[in-house]
């Protein structure tokens, strides 16, 4: 049987990826290229060089090295490709995707320390000074920015002084961050950062790109474990003669081409995070309003993506609730939090102040419907 597609309205993704994209970079899909058109190789060179423009990093000392697959194949390529043999790496954790670093890590072999903090706080930078002190045998060390499991931000500037301090290699999962959240790679000491096609820059699903520093991708000869997610190689096949090493996705990176011009119209980083920020703040004043709790302390929420507790009233079902809205087309997302029951609204992707306005006159009017009244 045929799944059966809705028709042409797309509904409204708040979630934290694949997000709502513009009908612009929806339309730049339609083209067929050959990998090997000059045209295509152009496109994919400017494309990396407008990455590292808008991690604001020199082209001498950063480079852009895009991978086939989504974002975890990505972070997969950095662990798989980067960690010399022998190595050790101090994955400092506050959720879900710090533990899946962990988890690559088991499976590739490579020798860990972990240090978990709990998901409703900030590493404590102290902690980890303790943990590179205690340990000089550790080579490298990763963390995430934003933890999109909850939506904190993550101090990746004062991690990256101690990974600098310490003299080992450090690695930031910027996953849902770049391109929003304004970070200064070269100052961050940052060696490698991660993210993907279809968060903040608001392309559509298909790869990731590394931005890693030169002078350290360049050391990694000899200690990729794994042939399609090898950094260096990727990195030389696209220096060499431009091209990926295996079948790019190429209507992707055509409609990623177009969200990068978008992201530039926009007015860059600062212009996206004011948008962003702007629906952070109608989505909390509105929940509120509603009488949502979010989960985490308010300093320490970021504007990408915001958890709000489950609420405590007989006739909540999350999932009755996600049903109606859905139906209504507003998209949220379920709760990643290990210790809180929770759901995740995001506010990141091609939506604007009036489409969170709309999803909370949604929430309101299913309120109602569920005969939940959480103002009383
Ligand atoms: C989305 C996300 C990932 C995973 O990306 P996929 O594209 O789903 O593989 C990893 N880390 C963070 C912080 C994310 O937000």
Redesign the pocket.
Known sequence: MRPSLPGWKDKILFT??PLTTSQTVKQALLRDFGSRDHAFIELVADLRNRLLHIGQVDPETYVAVPMQG????S?EAVFASTIRPGGKVLLVINGA?GE?MATMCTMLGIETTKLVFPENQAPDPEAVRAALKADDTLTDMAT?????TTGIINPVEELGALAREFGVRYFV?A??SFGAVPLDLAAAHIDYLVS?A??CIEGV?GF?FVIARREALAATEGWARSLSLDLLAQWRGLEGNGQFRFTPPTHVLLAFYQALLELEQEGGVAGRAARYEGNYRTLIEGMARLGFTEYLQREKQGYIITSFLYPDHPNWDFNGFYDRLNARDYVIYPGKVSDADCFRIGNIGRIFTADVQALLAAIADVLVEMEIDLTA
């Open positions: 934290p990826g989504s974002g975890t194949f972070i995707y899946r995430v920015h934003c933890e999109t999962d996953m849902s993907s279809n968060k699903p990731g």
